[in-house]
């Protein structure tokens, strides 16, 4: 199944104008999300917005997709480029300084939003987990947190629960399979850029 944003962008690459109000407002909802993380103001990430958007209209023909993230990455790199612009022409002498500190900074900006990505992938593995426990016998949980997290063996959690290794295992690849997926769904639905996960 193809992701709605994909072919929302191979209509409008297509010259469907009729697709572009969705698809720029998906757009929209990616670029605010950066602003958020940057610290931009309303009034200015509203200009952002609006200049990126400006951008992605008149160089969205080009644009190659390249699998998940890369729309989102690209949108992301607009927007930055957009406010680089911004501090650069503002009067104030500090904003301009700021501008070069940002340009100059480019290495150190990346790293940071990965960190930020990288916990928010930690929080959508503690919901998905969470959810998963939720929905499964509390003797199949504990057999996956003795085995996956605390490091038993499948004997000694087994002996603990009275349950057998075998269904031990079984308990704790089910577990794994429920969270994996619960996981999918959620990364799917969040800004990040592409993870690899292997399909189960």
Not at 81 to 110: F, H, K, P
Request: with cysteine; charged share 25%.
């Amino acid at each position: 199944m193809i992701d709605t944003s994909v072919g929302q962008l191979r209509l409008v690459q297509s010259g469907d104008v009729a697709a572009w109000p969705d698809f720029s407002d998906r757009c929209r909802l990616v670029i605010l999300r950066w602003c958020r993380w940057q610290g931009i103001c309303a009034d200015d990430a509203d200009d952002i917005v609006q200049e990126a958007l400006l951008i992605v209209l008149t160089k969205v023909g080009r644009f190659q997709h390249a699998g998940r993230g890369t729309l989102r990455a690209w949108l992301k790199a607009i927007a930055r480029r957009c406010w680089l612009t911004a501090l650069m022409q503002r009067e104030d002498s500090r904003l301009r300084e700021l501008g070069v500190l940002y340009s100059e900074s480019n290495d150190e900006i990346a790293r940071l939003e990965a960190e930020f990505d990288e916990m928010l992938r930690m929080s959508l593995l503690d919901r998905a987990m969470q959810q998963v426990r939720g929905r499964v016998h509390e003797s199949t949980w504990e057999a996956f947190v003795q085995t996956a997290i605390q490091g038993h063996s499948a004997e000694v959690a087994g002996a603990a629960l009275n349950l057998t290794a075998v269904a031990v295992y079984s308990a704790r690849a089910r577990v794994q399979r429920m969270i994996a997926a619960d996981f999918r769904r959620l990364y799917a639905d969040s800004d990040l850029a592409p993870l690899s996960l292997p399909e189960r």
